[in-house]
C-alpha cells in the first residue's frame, strides 16, 4: 500500500524544487516567457565602452578620461620622396579656435626637422594646400582668421616642396609639424605637434 507524503513535507519539497530551478534559470542567464517557444535564452545585454586617455600606462599611474583637444596627425609615419602627406587637423575643444588661415598664407603648419638631437624649425611649407575645409568654412577671412569650431576638422595635402616653385623635394629624415592657434582670433600662443613622420 503506498504511503502519503505528509502535506507540510510536500510543500517544503515544492519549495526546495523551486528555490533550485530558480537559482539554476538564473545562473545560466534563461528567461521563462509565455509562448510557443517556452524557455528562451536572454538576448545579448547593450555593451557600454568606457574611454581612457591611453592606451598604455606605468605601474602605479592613473588612469583617467581621454583629454578634449586639438590634434594635427599625418595618414602616415614613413614616405617616400615626392608622395603627398595628408594632413588633419581637428578641434575636440568644447569652444572654437582660431589659425592662421588660407590667405595671404596657404599653410597654418610649421614644419620642424630632427637634426643633432633637436627639433629645427624649417619655417612655413608654402604647399600645404586645403583640400576638405570644416563644416561651418565660408571663405577666406579678411582678417586672415579662420574658425575652427569644436568638433571640426581641416584636411589638407603637401607635397614635400617648401616653396611654390621649388622643383626639389624635402630631404630624407625625421620631420613633424606644428600647428598654431588661439582661442581668441589675434592670439595665436598655442602650438600642438603632430605624430612624427620619416621621408625616405
Same mark, same amino acid.
Given at each position: ?25 538564473? @545562473? ?52 617616400? @620622396? ?12 568644447? @569652444? ?33 594646400? @586645403? ?70
Amino acid at each position: 500500500m503506498n504511503k502519503k507524503i505528509p502535506f507540510p513535507i510536500a510543500i517544503i519539497i515544492i519549495v526546495v524544487c523551486a528555490v533550485l530551478v530558480g537559482i539554476i534559470v538564473w @545562473q545560466y542567464g534563461f528567461i521563462l516567457r509565455i509562448g510557443p517557444s517556452g524557455l528562451s535564452p536572454r538576448p545579448p545585454e547593450k555593451e557600454v565602452t568606457i574611454a581612457t586617455d591611453k592606451t598604455e600606462y606605468e605601474q602605479g599611474e592613473t588612469v583617467g578620461a581621454p583629454e578634449k583637444e586639438v590634434v594635427i596627425t599625418t595618414n602616415k609615419t614613413e614616405y617616400e @620622396q615626392g608622395e603627398t602627406v595628408e594632413i588633419t587637423i581637428s578641434n575636440g575643444l568644447e @569652444q572654437p579656435i582660431w589659425y592662421v588661415g588660407e590667405s595671404p598664407y596657404p599653410s597654418c603648419c610649421t614644419l620642424f626637422k630632427w637634426e643633432e638631437n633637436k627639433w629645427v624649425n624649417l619655417g612655413v611649407p608654402f604647399n600645404v594646400k @586645403q583640400v576638405v575645409p570644416p563644416a561651418s568654412y565660408s571663405g577666406p577671412s579678411p582678417i586672415d582668421a579662420e574658425e575652427l569650431k569644436p568638433g571640426e576638422s581641416i584636411h589638407k595635402e603637401w607635397n614635400m616642396k617648401m616653396g611654390e616653385w621649388s622643383e626639389r623635394f624635402l630631404e630624407k629624415g625625421k620631420y613633424r609639424f606644428g600647428f598654431y592657434y588661439g582661442l581668441s582670433k589675434k592670439n595665436y600662443t598655442e602650438i600642438i605637434y603632430s605624430n612624427e613622420f620619416t621621408i625616405k
